[in-house]
């Protein structure tokens, strides 16, 4: 590694596009070849900048979460794709590694974030360095608290932890990352004025609110990143109805993605992908601008999710009569139902505490929960019970 000068160095020498970096720890020989004869055909490429980090990146960049095959992370790089977003917790603490290996060499070409659920200062600090150890580099372009969804779940001593790893050359920038409750932790952290990057779950089944709060952000400066742009995936979701099949086939998910990327205050999107068919055509964004026909696919497909999709507006916070934490819930049958993730879908649910995994929501009369874009909340809390207890 770097010693502590050399990182102050490369922090003072300044940021431009973000892509001259200095070659670091991760080596040629640790990078996985493609296992895929497909080549890696040039895409046509769109960049906006992150805020105010000064980091150059394509508008579609790649989430790693789910991504077992790390040769589709190494011919997303060789296509051009310059954004790699992991955490400390994907796949049981491997997924980090992954992704080292996957781009190997290619490390002074693209911008690696990752992210910590840690909840004290001490676990934050160990999280941050052994992220250092697993992808294999001296720094990190961006270190996300992961999974906020409120100003009073980011405590001031994580905010110091950041900020000492940013004046250390550990970190180049600070973000915090949210699935719910978006509309007032953006605002809260474009005043804070400590961050410089949120990612934020973004779609279009959000509304006029969720705008509202990602041009505050980005007036302010922050750098807007992109989550869960596909609504819930449904890749893998197989409803008996064929017109919600119909519609899966014929381009919802990329209508999805287009949709985000025509936002000017987004800077760039992780969508999840998994393999080279959904790498090429998720890269299809940058290339044809949203249309009229996306406009009328995601329409309809709008109307085929509603019952299944929570949108994370936030609208049902404390409305579960035994206190379940329902948006969460849901999220974790995304994973499964949506990503074909059962397994990341289950480890969540198990980390709820013992007396909301007991809870069965078929032993309720009636449900508390009435969800105003209308989910079947409590068939769907059921299911993940049912799936994961």
Known sequence: MSSNTSRREFLSNGLSAGLALPVLGATSAMALEPQSAKPAAPAKLDYRILGRTGLKVTTVGMGCMITSDPSVITRAADMGVNYFDTARGYQ???????????????????????????????????????????LNTDYIDIWYLHGKGSPDEIADDLIEVQQKAKQQGKIRFTGVSTHSGQQNLLPWMAKKGVFDVVLTGYNFTMGDDMDKAIETAAHAGLGVVAMKVMAGGTRRMKPDDPAYKKLTQEGAMLAALKWVIKKPNIATTIPSITDMDQLDENLKAMAVPFSAGDEKILSAHLESIRPLYCRMCGECDGACQKGLPVADMLRFLTYAD???????????????????????????????????????????????QELFA
């Open 92 to 134: 049981q603490g491997n997924n980090e590694r992954m992704v080292a290996a996957a781009l190997g060499a290619r490390r002074k070409q693209v911008i690696i974030s990752t992210k910590s659920h840690a909840p004290n200062k001490e676990e934050l600090h160990k999280h941050l360095e052994t992220s250092l150890r697993e």
């Open 338 to 384: 949506g990503y074909g993730q059962f397994a990341l879908g289950r480890e969540r649910f198990l980390e709820l505490s013992a007396e909301h995994k007991a809870v069965r929501c078929g032993d309720c009369a009636e449900c508390t929960v009435k969800c105003p874009h209308g989910v079947h909340v409590q068939n769907r809390m059921a299911r993940a």
